[in-house]
């Protein structure tokens, strides 16, 4: 296949998401009132460990995790459809620098079980408390990309700040996302029906439609694509849940984290690129900036939602100042 033959496809599969993805670019969004968290509930048995790299939680989900490194603990959450592999080059470079690093796959995702109920950010909150409370974290720094970026919210919000020393959202979502009648700016839910239609449609494609185009800035003008990042893209979103993935974009869009972000009282660093075409900063990064007293909010010029990968160099640095600050 030629290089133009390439650049035919790429665009083809590009094209497919605009009606659903597009949006994402164009819509502002707002804080709402939908999703708020609900209260704790008391706690049960304990999480039990499994093995080295998986504890099974209260309500028998297995969850998947990394444990790397040694130092103060640093925990991160990924976005969706992914898993855990997806901040590998941040880990890798924060516990070469004297960290202790520590990512799971969400309940539904990646290696970690697929329960047909229960995938929601409440649970996913929970789940992170049960693997901070399993290995006994204290002063931990949490990071959350994307989805992970509510699931750190919502894990304030439900389990406080007691065994945390900082937070970083990182193209994260909060406040919230989709449109209401107390959220005019939203996000339509057609943006989403769109998403939910194209993964019952064609999980596999709608997989490669994504990373292939505004995830990563591929779509734009000049970009250098890269089929290894689509790929692996593919292969971590293909490992989770069908029935998982497609609740969690429930999650995701509707879940409204005010009053999580009302609760930060540690230092918190917001980084977002200011060509995020998936979770645009004017009322995400920006708006959580507002919310959250102290924090700090750093922006990448031209930076697409995916800068984990893309600008990788530039968050590793940032995040490792921020950690030893």
């Known amino acids: 296949m030629t290089t133009n033959d390439n650049a035919l496809n790429l665009s083809r599969r590009s094209a497919l998401m605009g009606s659903a ?3 994402l670019a164009a819509v502002p969004l707002a804080a709402g009132m939908a999703g708020v968290a609900q209260a704790a509930p008391a706690a049960a048995a304990k999480p039990v460990r499994e093995s080295a790299s998986t504890f099974t939680t209260r309500d028998g989900v297995e969850i998947y ?3 790397w490194g040694a130092g103060q603990p640093i925990v991160f959450s990924h976005g969706w459809p992914l898993n855990s592999d997806s901040w590998e080059s941040q880990m890798i470079h924060l516990a070469n620098n004297g960290f202790r690093v520590i990512a799971h796959d969400r309940r539904g995702h990646g290696r970690s079980s697929q329960p047909w109920d229960g995938n929601d950010m409440d649970h996913y909150a ?3 408390a049960q693997l901070i409370e399993l290995l006994d974290l204290k002063n931990a720094i949490l990071v959350g990309f994307s989805t992970g970026g509510g699931e750190v919210a919502r894990y304030v919000g ?4 007691k065994r945390v020393a900082k937070l ?12 209401t009648a107390f959220n005019p700016g939203g996000l339509p839910i057609d943006v989403f029906d769109g998403i939910r239609n194209a993964q019952l449609a064609n999980r596999s494609q709608l997989y490669l439609d994504i990373p292939s185009g505004p995830f990563y800035g591929f779509n734009r003008p ?3 694509v890269s089929q290894g990042l689509i790929q692996s893209w593919w292969m971590q979103g293909m490992m989770g849940g069908h029935k998982n ?3 969690s974009i429930k999650a995701f869009s509707e879940t409204d984290f005010r009053a999580d972000l009302a609760k930060f009282d540690k230092p918190t660093l917001v980084i977002h690129g200011d060509d995020d075409q998936i979770v645009p900063i004017d009322a995400s990064g920006r708006a959580s900036a507002k919310l959250v007293k102290n924090a700090k909010l750093i922006v990448y010029p031209g930076a697409p939602h995916g800068l984990t990968d893309t600008h990788k160099d530039k968050v590793n640095a940032d995040l490792l100042a921020f950690a030893i600050s």
């Open 245 to 247: 993935t497609y609740d």
């Open 222 to 224: 000049g970009a250098k």
């Open 65 to 67: 995790y990394k444990d």
């Open 168 to 179: 970083a959202l990182v193209s994260a979502v909060p406040p919230i996302m989709v449109k």
């Open 158 to 161: 439900r389990h406080g700040t």
């Open 21 to 23: 993805l597009s949006a």
């Open 126 to 128: 929970d789940d992170l």
